[in-house]
């Protein structure tokens, strides 16, 4: 059984910083993709960030040069460090992973207050 359990979001003012983790099981990790997609409120979910099983990564205009994605196969975890946080990055973000088949967690609420 695949499961992905995102956590780390929550509410912090414009200019803030959180760090949100994904934790997988099920699946072998180190051969996944993995990433994270948003979804603002009223809006369709937006791909934000993903890094490959050899760790290459790639951002969203929206988010390059604020948001890190990283990977830790020892931990079967990825992250997405989001720095300078903007009222816009408000949403439920969610983790998923790919090896032809896309799994996905349940989400976590990212809230920017301005």
């Known amino acids: 059984q695949v499961q992905l359990v995102e956590s780390g979001g929550g509410l912090v003012q414009a200019g803030g910083s959180l760090r949100l983790s994904c934790a997988a099981s099920g699946i072998i990790f180190s051969f996944n993709a993995m990433g994270w997609y948003r979804q603002a409120p009223g809006k369709q979910r937006e791909w934000a960030a993903s890094i490959t099983s050899s760790g290459r990564t790639n951002y969203a205009d929206s988010v390059k040069g604020r948001f890190t994605i990283s990977r830790d196969n020892a931990k079967n975890t990825v992250y997405l460090q989001m720095n300078t946080l903007k009222s816009e990055d408000t949403g439920v973000y969610y983790c998923?992973?790919?090896?032809?088949?896309?799994?996905w967690g349940q989400g976590t609420q990212v809230t920017v207050s301005s």
């Open positions: 998923y992973s790919n090896r032809g088949i896309t799994y």
